[in-house]
């Protein structure tokens, strides 16, 4: 219990159940009777600890009321003084140079009691704590916001909080004061700085610190940089992984695996046509997360995909070049040269972020963050202290909790104006339209209004995406949706949208695998997928722009696996083939792996070509996914989020090889349809201007055993355009619309060996390949093989 004794003109309490480091201390209170005012909190350590020296304190022993107790003897605080504390502001939150110190705030409403650490570079890695401020809760803390303000010289150093309270799980608390927890608004995560390195001791999870940011922070130089505000319509997306984009040995690149290694290959990306990126996570995350000896490969199984967030303003310090260096600072810069040179390459970017869950799992997971510094605000918690899992990852971030929200779209915010980011694609997009923990009209309104409702319930109107989607800095960016979640939540063409939202379109990819494979049943869902998904967007007021079309991400086949593979193969995970999708409507073309026939092999190349046109000549945003442009494979394994190794290797030199054959087509194909008016409207296409047809002109077959789809296109560009799609196993000779004056002239056929498979002006011997088809043209007919489609252009008949 407290003990209190008179020294002069303070009095001491001595409260010795306050801990602030692991080994035993206690924490002295000096309560000022003179018109010094206010109050100094001391704390003693044991000799091998250091804490600030704003106070000069001499311990020795006294007697008071008969028991022995600790006194200090507190003495002007000297000049040359580590920092100066002072009381703080409660916003912003973060740490924030301003006013030749830095002010710190962090929310934290359920801890009884909050101490700000300050750890140097040095100490960090011999898991010590070099400084200890203490907050008092009647002078830092303003309503739920711990605040302290520091002069003094931050060089090297780094930042953490203690928070004590109650620790009881059923009640949704986790406060341990034994721990070090990062602030979820800390700029840079500093711990190891190699990737794939262990810590200290073979530790996976050493500790870790923020960056004191200073006023030198923001002197990176973007030469003018600004938003390249494509309009959605016209993007072609990418989506990559930063360090599997060059890590592989052939990239030949100076910083492989690194922002710098991107950079360096940005070109190819030019080439390719696109001119947007989708960057998987690069936010911090730890990928020993689940580091364990692979015996199937002799390598590590580590979290590549970086799907478990640990801090969401910090960069992937170990995607930087220079690693912890400069406290992260470099690595922060090298991220924003990365994104400056994307766009003087005109390419936009977009990162994936995971708001969603993060690194911390269940009640079994680690307590790095969130959890230490406010459980049951951060995440979804049921009265009983357990955790929703709507992400399948252990624990369901509470999205839609005011705090949270707030925080979510403070980050959004600190991305588009401090890094220049284009947008964001948000992972389980869902979960952020569940009702948070506790949800009623107080906790979300301030008011009573309305019933409680269930934890996890969607949410016609989320306040959250409300307030991204009205957001006068969020609301000129890119939003895109993954709209489902693990819960079962499943909303193509049903989220919130506001009018500005896209989504993933997960039902393009299933249909179009469908069609393409000769599936019967698909040919009008097909077409409706070629029209940008009218049948999902149209009604909601929503454009083709608003269906992001794939077929193929990151989770999942690759391009070549899917006609590859009809299983699949994913031992090489270590879970006995249990995890990963088992139904990839996917076909091997006759035989299952990469060893196959001459003929199954030339039907995988046509199907890739058939797939590539499809995303091509589709209304809606194409997205590719990294090395499918080159055909790479993961050798069917359709769940590679533990390699770090040619599995999700961008293999250069295999790019290099197919150069002349299906990387061309791809490169053609990507610059047909910017060159096309009528492949990216801004609406849906009508029947002035686009018209189906069947294997005769007019005579579009719906039926459920049709494998056939023709159209024709009105292009302001182009004139007219023909494009038809065969996914039978036979052949056919079918009759092209009449155009008095005008003749079709063959230019793209997937039947077709390369380089004739794409018939662009530089093709040798290319007027000898158009004579090739005059018998059937001037009988205004067109052979089709067996899965093959077709891009005919309408020109003049010189014959006429």
């Known amino acids: 219990m407290p003990v209190l004794m008179s020294m002069g003109c303070f009095t001491l309490t001595h409260n010795a159940s306050c801990s602030l480091l692991p080994s035993s201390q206690r924490v002295l209170e000096l309560h000022s009777h003179s018109n010094f005012g206010g109050r100094i909190r001391v704390t003693l350590t044991p000799l091998n600890t250091r804490v600030s020296k704003n106070l000069n304190i001499t311990t020795c022993a006294a007697v008071g009321n008969g028991i022995e107790t600790d006194t200090a003897v507190v003495e002007k605080p000297q000049l040359g003084s580590r920092f100066q504390v002072s009381r703080g502001c409660p916003a912003p939150l973060g740490a924030t140079p301003q006013d030749g110190g830095v002010n710190f705030a962090i929310y934290s409403l359920n801890a009884v009691s909050a101490t700000l650490c300050l750890i140097s570079l040095s100490d960090l890695q011999h898991n010590q704590v070099t400084d200890c401020i203490p907050l008092d809760p009647l002078i830092n803390k303003t309503g739920g916001v711990w605040h302290v303000f520091l002069k003094g010289d931050f060089k090297d150093m780094l930042y953490g909080y203690k928070f004590d309270g109650k620790f009881s799980p059923q009640e949704g608390h986790y406060f341990d004061s034994s721990r070090v927890v990062l602030d979820p608004y800390a700029k840079a995560v500093i711990s190891r700085g190699e990737f794939g390195a262990l810590g200290p001791d073979g530790n996976c999870w050493p500790q870790m610190a923020g960056m004191v940011p200073s006023s030198d922070d923001n002197e990176f130089d973007w030469e003018g940089d600004l938003p390249l505000k494509y309009p959605q319509k016209d993007l072609v997306i990418y989506e990559m992984h930063v360090r599997g984009f060059t890590k592989h040995e052939s990239s030949k690149t100076k910083f492989p695996g690194t922002y710098l290694g991107v950079v360096e290959k940005l070109d190819h990306l030019k080439e390719l046509g696109v001119n947007c990126v989708e960057l998987m996570p690069c936010h911090e995350f730890n990928e020993l997360e689940y580091f364990s000896y692979n015996s199937v490969l002799g390598d590590y199984k580590v979290n590549f995909w970086g799907y478990s967030t640990i801090n969401f303003f910090s960069p992937m310090i170990r995607y930087s070049s220079n690693g912890i260096r400069n406290c992260g600072r470099d690595g922060i810069n090298e991220m924003k040269f990365m994104i400056k040179e994307a766009h003087k390459r005109?390419?936009?970017?977009?990162?994936?972020?995971?708001?969603?869950?993060?690194?911390?799992?269940?009640?079994?997971?680690?307590?790095?963050?969130?959890?230490?510094?406010?459980?049951?605000?951060?995440?979804?918690?049921?009265?009983?202290?357990?955790?929703?899992?709507?992400?399948?990852?252990?624990?369901?971030?509470?999205?839609?909790?005011?705090?949270?929200?707030?925080?979510?779209?403070?980050?959004?915010?600190?991305?588009?104006?401090?890094?220049?980011?284009?947008?964001?694609?948000?992972?389980?997009?869902?979960?952020?339209?569940?009702?948070?923990?506790?949800?009623?009209?107080?906790?979300?309104?301030?008011?009573?209004?309305?019933?409680?409702?269930?934890?996890?319930?969607?949410?016609?109107?989320?306040?959250?995406?409300?307030?991204?989607?009205?957001?006068?800095?969020?609301?000129?960016?890119?939003?895109?949706?993954?709209?489902?979640?693990?819960?079962?939540?499943?909303?193509?063409?049903?989220?919130?949208?506001?009018?500005?939202?896209?989504?993933?379109?997960?039902?393009?990819?299933?249909?179009?695998?469908?069609?393409?494979?000769?599936?019967?049943?698909?040919?009008?869902?097909?077409?409706?997928?070629?029209?940008?998904?009218?049948?999902?967007?149209?009604?909601?007021?929503?454009?083709?722009?608003?269906?992001?079309?794939?077929?193929?991400?990151?989770?999942?086949?690759?391009?070549?696996?899917?006609?590859?593979?009809?299983?699949?193969?994913?031992?090489?995970?270590?879970?006995?083939?249990?995890?990963?999708?088992?139904?990839?409507?996917?076909?091997?073309?006759?035989?299952?792996?990469?060893?196959?026939?001459?003929?199954?092999?030339?039907?995988?190349?046509?199907?890739?070509?058939?797939?590539?046109?499809?995303?091509?000549?589709?209304?809606?945003?194409?997205?590719?996914?990294?090395?499918?442009?080159?055909?790479?494979?993961?050798?069917?394994?359709?769940?590679?989020?533990?390699?770090?190794?040619?599995?999700?290797?961008?293999?250069?030199?295999?790019?290099?090889?197919?150069?002349?054959?299906?990387?061309?087509?791809?490169?053609?194909?990507?610059?047909?349809?910017?060159?096309?008016?009528?492949?990216?409207?801004?609406?849906?296409?009508?029947?002035?201007?686009?018209?189906?047809?069947?294997?005769?002109?007019?005579?579009?077959?719906?039926?459920?055993?049709?494998?056939?789809?023709?159209?024709?296109?009105?292009?302001?560009?182009?004139?007219?355009?023909?494009?038809?799609?065969?996914?039978?196993?036979?052949?056919?000779?079918?009759?092209?619309?009449?155009?008095?004056?005008?003749?079709?002239?063959?230019?793209?056929?997937?039947?077709?060996?390369?380089?004739?498979?794409?018939?662009?002006?530089?093709?040798?011997?290319?007027?000898?390949?158009?004579?090739?088809?005059?018998?059937?043209?001037?009988?205004?007919?067109?052979?089709?093989?067996?899965?093959?489609?077709?891009?005919?252009?309408?020109?003049?008949?010189?014959?006429?």
Request: with cysteine; aromatic share 14%.
């Open 346 to 800: 005109g390419i936009e970017v977009i990162m994936d972020v995971v708001f969603n869950h993060t690194a911390e799992g269940n009640e079994k997971g680690p307590i790095i963050s969130f959890r230490g510094v406010d459980n049951s605000i951060y995440y979804m918690v049921a009265p009983k202290g357990e955790f929703y899992n709507y992400s399948g990852c252990g624990n369901t971030f509470n999205s839609n909790h005011p705090v949270v929200r707030q925080f979510i779209v403070d980050c959004l915010r600190y991305w588009v104006t401090e890094f220049h980011v284009d947008g964001f694609r948000f992972d389980l997009a869902s979960i952020m339209t569940r009702g948070s923990s506790l949800w009623d009209g107080v906790n979300v309104f301030g008011d009573p209004i309305g019933d409680l409702m269930t934890t996890g319930t969607p949410l016609g109107s989320p306040p959250l995406i409300d307030m991204i989607s009205n957001d006068p800095i969020l609301r000129g960016v890119k939003l895109i949706a993954e709209a489902w979640d693990a819960g079962g939540l499943y909303q193509v063409g049903t989220f919130p949208h506001w009018g500005i939202w896209s989504e993933w379109n997960g039902k393009y990819r299933d249909t179009v695998r469908q069609f393409i494979k000769g599936t019967d049943g698909f040919a009008g869902a097909f077409a409706e997928c070629l029209c940008g998904s009218p049948n999902l967007y149209q009604g909601g007021g929503r454009k083709p722009w608003n269906s992001i079309n794939f077929v193929c991400a990151h989770d999942g086949f690759t391009l070549a696996d899917l006609v590859t593979y009809n299983n699949k193969h994913n031992l090489p995970n270590g879970e006995d083939n249990n995890d990963g999708e088992n139904h990839n409507n996917s076909w091997n073309c006759g035989q299952e792996g990469e060893f196959a026939s001459t003929l199954v092999r030339k039907l995988r190349k046509r199907q890739m070509r058939n797939f590539f046109l499809s995303l091509m000549v589709s209304q809606g945003v194409p997205m590719i996914y990294m090395g499918d442009e080159y055909g790479h494979t993961k050798g069917g394994n359709n769940n590679t989020y533990c390699h770090d190794n040619y599995l999700n290797y961008f293999q250069w030199d295999k790019k290099e090889e197919s150069s002349s054959d299906f990387f061309r087509f791809c490169r053609l194909m990507t610059e047909f349809r910017q060159e096309c008016e009528s492949l990216g409207l801004d609406d849906f296409p009508t029947a002035e201007r686009l018209q189906w047809h069947g294997h005769s002109p007019g005579m579009p077959d719906w039926s459920e055993t049709s494998r056939f789809v023709a159209f024709t296109m009105v292009d302001s560009v182009k004139g007219e355009i023909y494009i038809a799609f065969n996914m039978s196993h036979l052949p056919s000779a079918i009759t092209l619309p009449e155009r008095p004056g005008y003749r079709w002239e063959p230019f793209v056929d997937t039947s077709k060996p390369a380089p004739y498979d794409f018939l662009s002006p530089d093709v040798p011997g290319r007027e000898i390949a158009i004579q090739q088809y005059a018998q059937f043209l001037d009988a205004n007919l067109y052979p089709m093989l067996s899965y093959s489609s077709i891009i005919l252009l309408l020109t003049p008949d010189g014959s006429a």
